[in-house]
């Protein structure tokens, strides 16, 4: 079967029983996107699909067929970082990385839908993923650099 | 969250049927017994803890009938049972009586798990505490069951039966869920509390979903549904009586939390002892009261 990921169409075996996150780091090589819990608790699998933020640990491959997916090594385009991993380097919001691609594809799926939230509605939008390194609060600045922010956070 | 030994899933056939017919032929064969795939975010965790070993997994995403959202004044609001959270949460035009159901969806996991998960798959799975059913319980809904063989509609109130499991029959499918237009005068909201802030599992859900009546200070009806603190999802019906037919004050209001109360039948877990269930009962139905008796302008 055919998935497209970062805008590239893959060949992969048709073996609907597997994960779209096993599918992205085993067969795709794609190791940005990480296990974290296996649940769908910790967000650290999340991709794009077709624009919106999902937990890849929870998809079955069948399911990505004809979708756009999108992992966070397609964020930088032409070797240039995008606002978001610019922003998480500036701010200092990255300690191990592990919840990071997760939580900047969360962001930019939000600030595409929600260019001038609060950052009562960032903390929200974030809460599906969980950094055990930064609290929080340096991942929350970082999103709100880059967003249209609606009020100056306290943060 | 339970220790989970998640490991991988074994073989099954998918398929991604077009028609609602051709979802219920493949359901309807016994021997393979199918499971539906919608989001998701039940099955597939159930699929990887070994609780659901599916030879045949049907995935409902792409059948019209499932995916219908719409609304109007004399049918009211039909909601596909494959539409996912976020659309329903996104639905403009919807009266704001409906509140309280968007209420209680916008609590449900995470934004990751709205984008996939359904109010059909959190009826269906079934759980005590699902935050969806609560709110439709106090709004009257209905369910529209479908296998090969026929169609029925049954109030939600029949569909929990007990923990995990609901009416649907073998080789049966949740089609949408129907929910009468409210009547205007009338507010409604859903609180839980949860161990943590955000993402977690309802320790105590309550909806209350009240009608002014025309008499000053006065109740047309008052619905008041748990959630998690019983078997199933349960209407408090003791409680609402209590309530209509005199003058809701502070008082009536305290009576009918106390009522309500000892109509749950909440156990001990990991999440809360039943008592302290109980007690969440009684301040849940108090606040979610007084809220809905300020918003229609009614002094308690």
Redesign the interface.
Known sequence: MKIKVNGQAYDIAA?????LLDVLRYDLELTGTKEG?????C?AC?VL?DG????A????C??AEGKEIITIEGLAQAGRLHPLQQAFMDEGAVQCGFCTPGVIL?AK??LDQNPRPTEARIR??I???LCRCTGYDKIVRAIMSVARIADKGSV | ?AT?H?R???????R?PESLAEALELLGTEARAGKV?AG??DL??QM?QGLARPSL?V?V?QIPELNRLTWSEPVGLVIGAAVPL?QVLAFAGLPKTFGILLEACSLI?????R??GTIGGNLCNGAPSADSAPPLLCLGAEVVLASSKAARAIPLEQFFLAPGKTALAAGELLVEIKVPTPPARSAGRYLRHTTR???DIAVAGVASFITAAPQPGRLKTARIALGAVAPTPVRAYQAEAALVGQVVTKETIAEAAEIAAGEASPISDVRGSGEYRREMVRVLVRRTLTSVCEELGIDV
């Open positions: 073996q609907p029983w597997r994960t819990c296996g649940t769908g608790s967000g999340t699909m919106r933020a999902v937990n640990c929870l998809v079955f069948a399911e969360t799926a939000f929200e939008a809460a599906g993923n | 969250m989970v998640v991988s899933i074994a073989e099954f056939e998918y991604a795939l998701g975010t597939v965790l990887k997994v995935d995403k976020v996991g995470s934004m990751q798990i984008n996939r802030e955000e993402m």
